[in-house]
Antibody
Framework: QVQLQESGPGLVKPSQTLSLTCTVS??????????WSWIRQHPGKGLEWIGY???????YYNPSLKSRVTISVDTSKNQFSLKLSSVTAADTAVYYC???????????WGQGTLVTVSS | EIVLTQSPATLSLSPGERATLSCRAS??????LAWYQQKPGQAPRLLIY???NRATGIPARFSGSGSGTDFTLTISSLEPEDFAVYYC???????????FGQGTKLEIK
């Protein structure tokens, strides 16, 4: 059973960089066949896809966030990470990591982590 | 960018009743559409993929239908644990990406 777990600071100051890591267990990122993604949900709102990475390191980002987002992978640790720069209060959200099937569906999710942007 | 519009925003029903949720795409997505269920404080859970295929472990009372631009999620007889928010989601080949509908809240009447 694949499991994903987000980790990182729950509070980030405005203008700083939000950094989160997703640790995958029960399956190897390096095995291929899946993409690894970040999604966020503003309080009381819907879901917004942020971007994905393949084990090879290829990435694609939501155009609305592309200028501020970097997703990287560390296959030796079976982890992938999110960096979102120049954050504002509008980036306050629950951040989820998820596995994406080759057909484009999110079949496994982390529990989510709330990140608040505030001074 | 393809926009997904879900209706209604809120659906009030009683246990045992049939629920019908709609998702409309701004342009054809073929059958590349999924449905998710989200309960308070939890991550979304994949229910239906490719418009009509149930994900592993999903009860048979959940069914999906549609293609092109109009899709439906049906819950044949509501159980107490089915009251939640439901999202549809599509994937684009080019440019690559994923979008979600705004959600339908299914609440107990």
């Amino acid at each position: 059973q694949v499991q994903l777990q987000e980790s990182g600071p729950g509070l980030v100051k405005p203008s700083q960089t939000l950094s989160l890591t997703c640790t995958v267990s029960g399956g190897s990122i390096s095995s291929g066949g899946y993409y690894w993604s970040w999604i966020r949900q503003h309080p009381g709102k819907g879901l917004e896809w942020i971007g994905y990475i393949y084990y090879s390191g290829s990435t694609y980002y939501n155009p609305s966030l592309k200028s501020r987002v970097t997703i990287s992978v560390d296959t030796s640790k079976n982890q992938f990470s999110l960096k979102l720069s120049s954050v504002t209060a509008a980036d306050t959200a629950v951040y989820y990591c998820a596995r994406v099937t080759d057909m484009g569906y999110f079949d496994y999710w982390g529990q989510g982590t709330l990140v608040t942007v505030s001074s | 960018e393809i926009v997904l519009t879900q209706s209604p925003a809120t659906l009030s029903l009683s246990p045992g009743e049939r629920a019908t949720l709609s998702c409309r795409a701004s342009q054809s997505v073929s059958s590349y559409l999924a449905w998710y269920q989200q309960k308070p404080g939890q991550a979304p859970r994949l229910l239906i993929y490719d418009a009509s295929n149930r994900a592993t472990g999903i009860p048979a009372r959940f069914s999906g239908s549609g293609s092109g631009t109009d899709f439906t999620l049906t819950i044949s007889s509501l159980e107490p644990e089915d009251f939640a928010v439901y999202y549809c989601q599509q994937r684009s080949n080019w440019p690559p990406g994923y979008t979600f509908g705004q959600g339908t809240k299914l609440e107990i009447k």
